[in-house]
């Protein structure tokens, strides 16, 4: 056998010993199966399902066809995109909006951006693997601080050696749902001359009235502040995007790697999330349904009430976490099952997304059922 691939089915077998094997699985998609309570994808306001959006998103194609055909510094620019960077920008009260083809890209091309030997990356140890690799990628020494931690940021901030600095938080943890307190991080930044970079993935729709926690923070258009977001949860369709001082627009246009070298965003992800961005601009009460969806499956999971759409229960173990989940399937159930190396603190959970729109009984009997099935006690399979 060729030498890399004995190496992989040796890390195969390894992985499938620790319960740890990831698979696709196009029967766990709604679309797929009728009738699934969806408790495990990111579409929290049901805005992908929206006719309004599905309309936008068809016109486009009708005009400009199913892809970009370029890059967006060739011929990959749309009046789409110009549309999509100037709605969103206005929902979150951000000057200015760049939007890449996932937010994947837009944390990586960001970070590689702003990065140099001579710039110092602060990043919160639970960011999301996008940020991880872009402060990899960037050619700037990277500290990590503990979660949540502003004691040892300032400490970090204060002791540094570089001439600039970068700090990378989100403002609601992906795994654990919890947030950061974006008001002191910011005012850290301020006193020590750092750029603070906040991802929103799972913030706008979800947090200030859908407008983002940043905007809730009263950080909107602050110039030491800049946003990164994905278009593929609240907004419902597909893609990512920077925001912040033009400024830091136009370093992007002509340096980040992942916007210059990639095929632009879809045309119509591109007009389907701007018609996204103006619906929760006019619908606001989207927010508040989500989140008494969350306030509900927390307290019949009984476990705390996270800030955002995300609202975890801990697993005896990576096996019952998997077990729980497949269990739950099978009564209709769709559910996130996060183990490691996914999790940051090597936990492995039960993860269940409040959505607008969701039946609140079916999401309180989901979220029982799930939290009895997580304890190794309970019978599962």
């Known amino acids: 056998m060729n030498a890399l691939l004995e190496w992989m089915a040796g890390v195969d077998a390894d992985r499938r010993r620790a319960g740890l094997v990831r698979r696709t699985d196009s029967r766990r998609n709604p679309g797929f199966r009728g009738g699934l309570v969806d408790l495990a994808s990111n579409d929290y306001l049901g805005l992908g399902a929206d006719p309004r ?21 060739v011929t990959g620019t749309t009046a789409g995109h110009d549309e999509l960077e100037r709605d969103l920008a206005r929902l979150t009260g951000q000057p200015s909006c760049l939007a890449f083809s996932s937010g994947y890209a837009a944390n990586i091309g960001l970070l590689t951006a702003l990065g140099s030997p001579d710039t110092l990356i602060v990043s919160d140890e639970h960011v999301h693997a996008s940020l991880i690799d872009g402060a990899r990628l960037s050619r700037s020494p990277v500290r990590i601080c503990p979660h949540n931690d502003v004691v040892a940021l300032e ?12 700090v990378v938080v989100e403002s609601i943890y992906s795994v654990l749902g919890d947030a950061a307190d974006l ?25 200030g009235r859908g407008r983002g926690a940043v905007h809730a923070a009263g950080l909107a258009d602050s110039p030491h502040v800049v946003v990164t977001a994905t278009l593929s949860k609240a907004l419902g369709t597909q893609g990512g995007a920077v925001l912040g001082p033009a400024l830091v627009r136009e370093h992007l246009v002509n340096t980040a790697r992942t916007f210059i070298f990639d095929t ?3 045309p119509a992800s591109a007009a389907g999330a701007a018609e996204a961005c103006r619906i929760i601009e006019a619908e606001p009460h989207r927010a508040g349904e989500l989140h008494r969806i969350a306030a509900l499956i927390a307290d019949a999971a009984g476990v705390p009430h996270a800030p955002g759409a995300v609202q975890s229960i801990p697993a005896d173990s990576a096996d019952q976490a998997v077990a729980a989940a497949d269990t739950l399937f099978g009564e209709g159930i769709v559910v996130g099952c996060f183990r490691p190396p996914s999790v940051p603190d090597g936990v492995s959970r039960l993860r269940l997304v409040a959505r607008a729109g969701v039946d609140p009984g079916q999401a309180e009997r989901a979220a029982r059922l799930a939290a009895r099935l997580s304890r190794a006690e309970a019978r599962v399979g």
Do not use: N
Request: aromatic share 4%.
């Open 53 to 73: 959006v599905r309309a936008a998103a068809t016109r486009a194609i009708e005009t400009y066809g199913a892809g970009a055909g370029a890059s967006r510094v």
């Open 264 to 266: 632009g965003l879809a």
């Open 183 to 207: 008001a002191r991080v910011a005012a850290l930044c301020a006193t020590y001359d750092a750029l603070l970079v906040v991802d929103e993935a799972h913030g706008i729709g979800v947090a």
């Open 155 to 166: 400490a970090l901030l204060r002791d540094r050696e570089q001439t600039r600095a970068v």
